[in-house]
């Protein structure tokens, strides 16, 4: 059974930082998507299980940045240059397969979510 365990959202002013974190029980491929009030839930980034390939939401490229520690079971999503509109509940999630692809329905396991909200 993969547990997925998100820290490090918040309140924070645009234009401001916040970095993410997931622990994860198990190295998988991993992604990090939100879903804002009303709207449908979105990819924003993954990487690989070996770390090498990432991939990003056009929305959040050049802003924010998806890593991780293998050694600690770790997934980060650091995110800066925050913007109101990226305000959401964030989810980590995980899929068996390589690619981190953006289709929410290809990932098995989900985190419970965490609170981002950025002031204008």
């Known amino acids: 059974q993969v547990q997925l365990v998100e820290s490090g959202g918040g309140l924070v002013q645009a234009g401001g930082s916040l970095r993410l974190s997931c622990a994860a029980s198990?190295?998988?491929?991993m992604g990090w998507f939100r879903q804002a009030p009303r709207k449908e839930r979105e990819f924003v980034a993954g990487?690989?299980?070996?770390?090498?390939?990432?991939n990003y939401a056009d929305s959040v490229k050049g802003r924010f940045n998806i890593s991780r520690d293998n050694a600690k079971n770790m997934l980060y999503l650091q995110m800066n240059s925050l913007k109101p509109e990226d305000t959401a509940v964030y989810y980590c999630?995980?899929?068996?397969?390589?690619?981190?692809?953006?289709?929410?329905?290809?990932?098995?396991?989900w985190g419970q979510g965490v609170q981002v909200t950025v002031s204008s």
């Open positions: 990487i690989s299980w070996s770390g090498v390939t990432t």
């Open positions: 999630a995980a899929r068996d397969a390589y690619l981190p692809i953006t289709d929410s329905s290809a990932y098995n396991y």
């Open positions: 198990m190295r998988l491929t």
